[in-house]
């Protein structure tokens, strides 16, 4: 069956502007997590969602950052007035449960760089 | 909180030879332990995971991974690589709970030579 997919596969922006990536988690699953992982660095946690809300979202840098999930399935991460420092792989994973013994299977990831 | 080292940045290796790969982490409460692969330009791949039981886990493409709850190191390994291999492996931790963020390391860059 179809994996995680993430959309775009490379967005290229000017500081300042307005971005939003996208995630499609695997049919079924209830949960979804947000990562950022930073060049030679391993993926940093940012947000996770239950269903439609974000149970814990201690990862987020700063306000700047923004996810939804209007309807427990695509998720949406928003980042406003992109920074250099914001430049990364953004990766989309999901999981059948909340469970921390679930398996995560993670999206191929949104590479973003900020001019 | 969580943490996870990974003791070597880059493992060079010639092919068919055995690799290890170290991990160690850090946890005041009982934790559940993966291995990841992200190979170039694809998303991280679970190779294996301890949740409980035995201490030797077997995960996909013959790779092993053993918990030491007295060092807290999960190493992984491998008896014979290939060049397919060559990838970036990161080690992650999860606390055992309903829920709980995934902690990774900083990754190993493994590279099989011919």
């Known amino acids: 069956g179809a994996g995680v997919s993430q959309t775009p596969s490379n967005k290229v922006t000017e500081k300042g502007k307005y971005v939003e990536l996208r995630c499609d988690p695997i049919s079924g699953h209830t949960a979804l997590y947000w990562y950022r992982q930073s060049l030679g660095q391993g993926p940093e946690f940012l947000i996770y969602?239950?269903?439609?809300?974000?149970?814990?979202d201690s990862g987020l840098p700063n306000d700047r950052f923004f996810a939804v999930r209007p309807e427990g399935s695509v998720s949406t991460l928003k980042i406003q007035r992109t920074e250099r420092g914001d430049s990364a792989v953004y990766l989309c994973?999901?999981?059948?449960?909340?469970?921390?013994?679930?398996?995560?299977?993670f999206g191929p990831g949104t590479r973003l760089t900020v001019l | 909180a969580q943490s996870v080292t990974q003791l070597d940045s880059q493992v060079p290796v010639f092919e068919e030879a055995p690799v290890e790969l170290r991990c160690n982490y850090s946890?005041?409460?009982?934790?559940?332990l993966f291995w990841y692969v992200q190979y170039p330009n694809q998303g991280l791949q679970l190779l294996l995971k301890y949740l409980s039981g035995s201490t030797l886990v077997k995960g996909i493409n013959g790779f092993e991974a053993e918990f030491n709850k007295s060092q807290t190191s999960f190493h992984l390994r491998k008896p014979s690589v290939h060049i397919s291999d060559t990838a970036e492996y990161f080690c992650?931790?999860?606390?055992?709970?309903?829920?709980?963020?995934?902690?990774f390391g900083p990754g190993t860059s493994l590279s099989v030579i011919p």
């Open positions: 994973a999901s999981s059948l449960t909340w469970d921390s013994a679930d398996t995560q299977y």
């Open positions: 992650a931790v999860m606390k055992k709970t309903s829920y709980d963020k995934v902690i």
């Open positions: 969602f239950q269903g439609t809300g974000a149970a814990d």
């Open positions: 946890s005041s409460v009982s934790v559940y």
